[in-house]
C-alpha cells in the first residue's frame, strides 16, 4: 500500500482546509487510517483516525469539534476537514495506514504542510 497525502497550504487563522490521503494497492488489508502531525522542535502526534469498513472515528482533544476526519471507501482516500483553524495548528500532516491484526500504523504518506498564520 502507498499513501498520497495533498491539500496543504497556508491559510490566516479562522480559516479551513482539506486534507486528502489517497491509498493505492492492496487497499483492502487497510483496518485504519489516521492522520498525525509535527511541528517543528516537537514530536509527532496523533490527530484522528477512522475505521475503514465501520467508519467509526476518534480525535485528539485539541481538535474535537474542529476538525472532522472522513473516507471514501470506492476512491479509498480518507480526508480531514480543518475548521477554526489555530497557529497552533501549524504543523507538517502525515496520514498513516494501520493494517487488520497489527497494533500500530505501519505504512506512512510524505507529509503536507500546514501553516496557520495569526
Known amino acids: 500500500v502507498q499513501l498520497q497525502a495533498s491539500g496543504g497550504g497556508l491559510v490566516q487563522a479562522g480559516g479551513s482546509l482539506r486534507l486528502s490521503c489517497a491509498a493505492s494497492g492492496r487497499s483492502s488489508r487497510i483496518y485504519r487510517m489516521g492522520w498525525f502531525r509535527q511541528a517543528p522542535g516537537k514530536e509527532r502526534e496523533f490527530v484522528a483516525h477512522i475505521n475503514r469498513i465501520d467508519g467509526n472515528t476518534n480525535y485528539t482533544d485539541s481538535v474535537k469539534g474542529r476538525f472532522t476526519i472522513s473516507r471514501d471507501r470506492a476512491k479509498n482516500t480518507v480526508f480531514l476537514l480543518m475548521n477554526s483553524l489555530k497557529p497552533e495548528d501549524t504543523a507538517a500532516y502525515y496520514c498513516?495506514?494501520?493494517?487488520?491484526?497489527?497494533?500500530?500504523?505501519?505504512?506512512w504518506g510524505q507529509g503536507t504542510q500546514v501553516t496557520v498564520s495569526s
Open positions: 498513516a495506514a494501520q493494517y487488520l491484526g497489527a497494533g500500530k500504523y505501519s505504512t
